[in-house]
């Protein structure tokens, strides 16, 4: 707040010369506001220097709705009292000197006396009128302007004060108002006669017309003055001072990561701003860009920052520098043979929409000149139709031309920049993150000055699109929104990772995973903006809900990405992956339920993955950590054969076998493996050899053998009489394993085997897990705690298989493993890794 113009942003000294400024209605809010301002025109290090402002926050308004009422009968008298008393009690702040206090009240009051006289007229005539209209709008730069210079001479400054209607001289043009040049320069030079001050305080919007009454400037018309008074006093910078840090890349409330950018030539700022951007009317920039003077867009609550530089050369940059989105458009367009290579149809087309005083948004006509189509304001479209029926009323009784068609509810998104100019890949960035956005694009347009392009898209998919066009050029991070079902073993360490890695994953990576919801089996939590902080917490609170509201939230996000990470062992959550994938959401899953489940759903699953662009991850599903899907995929996608896999794929059970050497029971080593998180939460699918069939099934169908979980010969280790009954139950009899375990281990022991838990998928296409003895001195027999190996025999590694090995089971290594999907995912999406 402290630091001054001068240091805020240096300029050469020596050649500066005048440096106008404007500040806008938030700069000017109150007394507090209006003495900022003050501090930082009088810190300001240049020669010359003249202010323009705009009316205290929200007084345009106000005076509008005072004509407002007045015209309409209603008492205006308690606004106009407390208009009165806000600028009555700036001044009383502002001028504390009794005289010069005294001297600008009753001014305040003679202008507001003034204002009532106006507002009586109009109550009696019922109407504003033009005239008196434009006079009442223009009285709050009046009153600003004379607070701002009063306070600035009660500082001992020396600033003289402006009113614009005696010197800007404006006539109504096709484009606003345009401005007589000659006749106001020499205005100026006849005030600057007998007001030679360095420093100026000027009013901003009004001006006088032709016929010397008072007019305003019209919409964003104190920055308009803020370019023509920079013209005139011949200024060698403009700083428009307003309430941001200047232009944003994208509007901030669509786009919470848009960043400010650092400069824009004058052409991009045109663009930016026709489309949207509200910083910058292309209007305020005409002067401006006649006299190659550069704009300054800068924060006057963070006067240290170094805001937008707007200028002919616009700076370096990505080639997308800003992007922009315009709401409450429509779809207009006219289709039929009889429009090929008709000269014409385009000056039909548009002659038409004129005569209709229709501002045409976007233009799209393919090659083939059979269709041609603009996109129009929504509330104009009915119009526009009516136009182009009317126009082409021959063509479509003789069925030249199918009619009028018209969409409602578009919106028009526009990637802006001068750096796309000539280079390749642009358009496909833009457009691939679309698709991966599952935005469908309705009309393209883009000049051949390729400095914007432009796309129609549905109003319901507009904040979506903006977003991940924002964050495909690197103005953003990539943002994914983020669920994870089953904060369990696995779960649990997942999220932990996760909050761990997410500061170097934005910063290094530019990806955001925003974890939007939480579920296990009995609580819900969603939440707006990322659980960051105590993922537990927000889960402890949670209530009840279904996994229909998770899924609704995570699509209602307007984030490009949506993705679920089911980290539960549940066939119902299973069961959901088809409708899932089927919306958009991607799928990331340790659970192998998806998987390995009844065939009809794994067909339902890739059926879903096959016709959109959603996509299932599931490598932790076998192996845990280990890359045993990726290898054996990389196998086949080169070219190779599987011949037959073999192996220990169950952490658990080649944790058990290591370990246990007949001197502890066998049912102490299954409660310390479930302990450490190794087993299956029920640990029956482990000993039953269910979980080591169902990876079985996985890697045989990701050769593409459809084989089902059936159809695998299994060796149980479970008693018969142990199978059934609850988790808590067959835990609490374990000691049931016991005595046959022990058997089985000293028959392999007499022999000098070693027990180990082997699973097989031939080449004869039979599968089979069972526990095997196998010699002491074989290749299984010599593994570490938890270690899976995975043998892949194939064509190419027919004499010497291909071996994945490493341990396979665990809550962390697990994670890593849905982590790591999650992060290929994401760098398939657009994510820098
Ligand atoms: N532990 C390991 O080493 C490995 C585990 N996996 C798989 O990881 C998954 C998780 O295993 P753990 O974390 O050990 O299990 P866990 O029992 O510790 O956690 C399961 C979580 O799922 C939740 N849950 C269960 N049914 C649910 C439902 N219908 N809706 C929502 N949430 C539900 C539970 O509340 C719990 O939070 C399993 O599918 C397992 O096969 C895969 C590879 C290795
Ligand atoms: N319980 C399983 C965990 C991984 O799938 C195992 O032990 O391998």
Known sequence: MNASLSEARPSPAAALRTRAHKFGGSSLADAGRIRHVADLLLAADEPGQVAVVSAMQGVTNALIALAGSAAGGRDWRPDWQALRQRHADAARELVGDRERGDALQAWLQAQFDQLASLLQAVAVLGTPGQAAHERIQGLGEVWSARLLCSHLRERGAEHALLDARDVLVVRPGELGVAVDWPRSAANLARWRETHPQARVVATGFIASGEDGLPTVLGRNGSDYSGAIFAALFDADELHIWTDVDGVLSADPRLVPEAVPLPALSYREACELAYFGAKVIHPQTMTPAIARGLPILIRNSFRPEHPGTRIDAAGGAGGPVKGLTLNAGLALVSLEGAGLIGVPGTAERVFAALHAARISVVMISQGSSEHSICCVVRDYEAAAAGTALARAFEREIAAGQVQGVQQVAGISVLAAVGDGMAGKPGVAARLFGALARARVNVRAIAQGASERNISVAVAAEDATRALRAAHAAFWLSAQTVALAVIGPGKVGAALLDQLQAAKPRLQREAGLDLRLRALADSRRLWLGEHGADGDWRAQLEGAAPGDLDALAAHLLGAHLPHAVIVDCSASDAVAD???????????????????????????????????????????????????????????????????????????????????????????????????????????????????DVARKLVILAREAGRALSLDQVQVESLVPAAMRHGSREQFMAGLDGLDGPMQARFEQARARGEVLRYVARLGQDGQARVALVALPADHAFAHLRLTDNIVQFTTWRYRDNPLIVQGPGAGPEVTAAGVFSDLLRLAAALGARL
């Not at 662009?613 to 076998?622: F, G, S």
């Not at 950590?625 to 995929?633: A, D, E, F, M």
């Not at 029971?665 to 450490?676: K, Y």
Request: hydrophobic letters at 40%.
């Open 576 to 690: 959901r992956y088809a409708g899932w994938l089927a919306a958009g959401i991607h799928v990331i899953t340790p659970n192998k339920h998806g998987v390995a489940g009844p065939l009809p759903r794994r067909q339902a699953i890739d059926a879903a993955c096959l016709a959109g662009d959603a996509r299932l991850r599931y490598e932790a599903t076998v192996g845990a950590g280990l890359p045993v899907i990726q290898t054996l995929r990389d196998l086949l996608d080169t070219g190779d054969e599987l011949i037959a896999v073999e192996g220990i794929l169950s952490g658990t059970l080649a944790w058990l076998f290591n370990r246990y050497d007949g001197r502890q029971p066998f049912s102490a080593l299954v409660r310390e493996a479930h302990a450490l998180g190794y087993t299956e939460p029920d640990p029956r699918d482990d000993l039953s050899g269910t």
